[in-house]
T-cell receptor, first 111, second 112 residues
């Protein structure tokens, strides 16, 4: 059973601080990893993807991948109340493009 | 740019009634298409995926079915709904050369 695990939260973060979200995956064959943001009642929105070990930065977001340890993380710098959402981690499972999603981590940014 | 549409946005159906949800994608050709369900407070469960017209793979055996009659159209159906079919149904697409999936706005289904 291929699994993607995330802490469910809620992760409470003061406005302006760094939010750190972690994700582990069980399938060593996974090559591609994704972070989605989902506001309550809305559909998931892709915010980051990473394919190689190391860091990838996009604006206030940084994704980190360590394939040897099988974990992916997302850092949100200068957290804003608009970052309050559930963040879903996903990993590719095969060559057909299927993804395995974690259950998500709820982030609450407090003013 | 690519856009993905789903309808209806919300649906309330009695147990035992049929279901048809539609998803269409614009601005791309020959996409991979996916149907997911998200139960309240839960993660995304992949139901079906399709790599081309008439090609459907099922991930979870249940009373739902999917069809892809046209390149950019994906339909989710049921002949008789169960209470457990309630949830947020999401359609997504991806290109053939990448794994990034992009979701439609979703259909919130309540079975009563």
């Amino acid at each position: 059973q291929k699994e993607v695990e995330q802490n469910s939260g809620p992760l409470s973060v003061p406005e302006g601080a760094i939010a750190s979200l972690n994700c582990t995956y069980s399938d060593r064959g996974s090559q591609s990893f994704f972070w989605y943001r989902q506001y309550s009642g809305k559909s998931p929105e892709l915010i980051m993807f990473i394919y190689s070990n190391g860091d990838k930065e996009d604006g206030r977001f940084t994704a980190q991948l360590n394939k040897a340890s099988q974990y992916v993380s997302l850092l949100i710098r200068d957290s804003q109340p608009s970052d309050s959402a559930t963040y879903l981690c996903a990993a590719s499972t095969d060559s057909w493009g299927k993804l395995q999603f974690g259950a998500g981590t709820q982030v609450v940014v407090t003013p | 740019s690519q856009t993905i549409h789903q309808w209806p946005a919300t649906l309330v159906q009695p147990v035992g009634s049929p279901l048809s949800l539609e998803c269409t994608v614009e601005g791309t050709s020959n996409p991979n298409l996916y149907w997911y369900r998200q139960a309240a407070g839960r993660g995304l469960q992949l139901l079906f995926y399709s790599v081309g017209i008439g090609q459907i793979s099922s991930e979870v055996p249940q009373n739902l079915s999917a069809s892809r009659p046209q390149d950019r159209q994906f339909i989710l159906s049921s002949k008789k709904l169960l209470l457990s079919d309630s949830g947020f149904y999401l359609c997504a697409w991806s290109g053939k050369s990448s794994y990034e999936q992009y979701f439609g706005p979703g259909t919130r289904l309540t079975v009563t």
